[in-house]
């Protein structure tokens, strides 16, 4: 996600951020889906939409200027979040390791749409 989200600036509209993601996390279970599924049975399409989604908004969240210290996820809010949705799929570490990796680096575009 990130090799591609650094070299584009998604556009600022929800619904077509929206069908991005829906894109990626569609091509992304047509190439993986089934070493997901040999993991973990459970995973679905939506599943990866939600993760994917999830990132997004820590991304914007951590690193925006724009959002108060005080407002902005914490980790273990972020593995919360997560984890109540995708409960039996990842595990506290996973998701701590996308926070710590999101928090370290932020996506960062080179080009806008």
Known sequence: MRKIFTRMRLPKEFQQIERIFKAFSHNYWILNSQRLLESNPGWTLECLEFLAM???????????????????????????????????????KFIGDIYDRIEKQQFEAKIEL
Do not use: E, G, Y
């Not at 724009?66 to 980790?75: A, F, H, N, Q, V």
């Open 54 to 92: 999830s990132i997004l908004v820590l991304n914007t969240n951590i690193h925006s200027d724009k959002i108060p210290r005080s407002l902005r996820l914490t980790k273990a809010s972020f593995i919360k979040t997560n984890l109540s949705v995708l409960n039996d799929l990842i595990t506290t």
